[in-house]
């Protein structure tokens, strides 16, 4: 099965900003649709973003919408995810998987906190 690996995560300011890589261990391209996903401590884990293969299709959660942005570089199998004027709501431990995740393993994630 693939593997996800994050990064990117970290302590920033509200309103800072923030990029996420996602890399995988096999083709993104022939894994389809990819999304990012979040989970807040006591939450359950809720869709952020998505992309189409070719990068030309993204779905956003109105709770992200015009803050967020998701891209992928399918030549080297990784998947971005820009956050800016970040708020303490968005605090949380990100994920990257297929969409639909299908029973697919959860990677560590990358934790986000949100404080001054």
């Known amino acids: 099965q693939v593997q996800f690996v994050e990064s990117g995560g970290g302590l920033v300011q509200p309103g800072g900003s923030l990029r996420l890589s996602c890399a995988a261990s096999k083709s993104i391209f022939s894994i389809g649709f990819m999304g990012w996903y979040r989970q807040a401590t006591g939450k359950q884990r809720e869709l952020v973003a998505h992309?189409?293969?070719?990068?030309?299709?993204?779905y956003y959660a109105d709770s992200v919408k015009g803050r967020f942005t998701i891209s992928r570089d399918n030549a080297k199998n990784t998947v971005f995810l820009r956050m800016n004027a970040l708020t303490p709501e968005d605090a949380a431990a990100y994920y990257c998987?297929?969409?639909?995740?299908?029973?697919?393993?959860w990677g560590q994630g990358t934790q986000i906190t949100v404080s001054s």
């Open positions: 992309i189409s293969s070719a990068g030309d299709v993204t």
């Open positions: 998987n297929r969409l639909p995740v299908g029973g697919w393993n």
